[in-house]
């Protein structure tokens, strides 16, 4: 069986409103054993909201949606809800107990708007809302010659959403799903494009593959996205796992993580384990590696701290770097960098001084991007590498932010 997910709201629409349910539901909705088909964002016009569960209700078995259940002239679901379905709204006396609980317990007086919380399609259920005063709405719509589609209309606030999900929706979902469920694993990698780590693995990345094999690029970290059906979550697992080796067979160390690792955490579990510790200065990436590591959520202890130095003043007086090294080519660019690692691990008496260089004025018309330089100061010495500006410029701080924790990574791994 196939779910429709409908997301209601002007300011999702209109992109003011970052639509985070949707891609939670879908992943809930897989654990049942429900494929997604569909995805819909729908404005807060009332005909484009009948239309939007007509059809969802014509081509999906079960519907879910999030939003326009509050008390006013803007929240539509209710009525469009019935209107797709032919009902009445009838008032649903325990919805509008819920409703007058939550604002006695506030200690509040419920304004009469709020009834309108408590008008439901007539024939429908009411999903019980610990959290809100916005009760949700089940109802089973018959379909001659075929099953019942299943609409579930919960509100839009995230945190209420996904307590609804848990405490009685995921129940009501399951009678509509199959005794297969689908699970996901996601293997990240950085150190190539998409092509070159398509072209590297043998024909993992085909629509009828089973498991089936997504890639995507997120801010240049290419993510593998492996899909598996099974009776349990272990026959799911272990349906991937030859894949899983083969990736790992194939792509090697241009693999650091999987699910939510980032390349800063890779390098701090590193630097954990080993007992090492590390400083940066940055200068092109204007902070973005310090900020990544200082946010991680893995041990941040080994990193002690580091300098955003883009100018000559601050290279001179923070890192004691003389005035007289100002680059002029690229050779004596990649110097000040290596003075910059050399100098942060001594200022801050760590094991490794990572530094990113200037990002070099972009030149239409050169054939050959220009480099930007990033080096790596140890108690062995100061190793340094040029990494090619050809990326998006809206990318380039992440990427080369990203180029130089991995060239710390791959410098870290035994």
């Not at 054993?33 to 969802?56: E, I, K, M, P, Y």
């Not at 949606?65 to 008390?71: K, M, R």
């Not at 709405?137 to 209309?153: E, K, N, T, Y």
């Not at 200068?283 to 580091?306: K, Q």
Request: proline share 6%.
């Amino acid at each position: 069986m196939h779910a429709e997910l409908i997301a209601v709201g002007d300011e999702i629409l209109s992109g003011q409103t970052l639509d985070t349910n949707t891609q939670w539901l879908a992943r809930r909705l897989a654990e049942v054993g429900l494929r997604t088909r569909f995805h819909t964002v729908v404005g807060d016009d009332l005909a484009d909201c009948v239309v939007a569960f007509q059809r969802a209700i014509e081509r999906a078995d079960v519907v879910v949606s999030t939003g326009g259940l509050g008390p006013t002239a803007d929240d539509l679901t209710r009525q469009a809800l019935a209107e797709a379905t032919g009902r009445e709204l009838v008032l649903n006396e325990e919805a509008l107990a819920h409703i007058r609980d939550i604002f006695a317990r506030r200690r509040r007086e419920m304004p009469e708007g709020n009834r309108l919380q408590a008008l439901f399609p007539a024939g429908s259920r009411m999903i019980g809302n610990p959290s809100g005063t916005a009760p949700g709405i089940l109802v089973d719509v018959s379909r001659p010659g075929r099953g019942a589609c299943r609409v579930v209309a919960l509100p839009g606030v995230p945190a209420e959403m996904v307590e609804m999900w848990h405490d009685s929706v995921a129940a009501a979902m399951r009678p509509f799903g199959h005794d297969r469920m689908v699970r996901y694993r996601r293997i990240k990698c950085f150190g190539a494009g998409e092509s070159q780590i398509e072209a590297i693995l043998p024909d993992l990345i085909r629509r009828d593959r089973v498991p089936r094999v997504g890639i995507s690029a997120q801010q240049a970290t290419i993510v593998l996205r492996i899909q598996a059906e099974g009776a349990s979550e272990e026959e799911c697992l272990a349906a991937m796992e030859p894949t899983v080796q083969t990736i790992y067979d194939y792509l090697g160390t241009l693999v650091f993580g999987e699910e939510d690792d980032d390349l800063q955490d890779v390098v701090l579990r590193l630097l954990h384990r080993r007992g090492d510790t590390l400083a940066v200065a940055e200068w092109g990436t204007a902070g973005l590696v310090g900020e990544w590591l200082g946010g991680s959520p893995a041990l941040r202890d080994p990193f002690l701290g580091g300098v955003v130095a883009t100018s000559q003043a601050a290279r001179r007086r923070l890192l004691n770097i003389p005035s007289d090294e100002v680059p002029s080519n690229s050779h004596a660019e990649c110097l000040v960098v290596e003075a910059m690692a050399a100098a942060c691990r001594h200022r801050l008496g760590t094991d490794w001084g990572l530094a990113v260089g200037r990002f070099p004025p972009l030149d239409p018309r050169s054939a050959e991007p220009p480099p930007v330089w990033v080096a790596l100061a140890s108690e062995a010495g100061v190793e340094r590498k040029a990494f090619s500006l050809a990326s998006h410029p809206a990318i380039l701080r992440a990427y080369c932010a990203k180029a130089a924790l991995n060239m710390l990574r791959l410098a870290l791994l035994p």
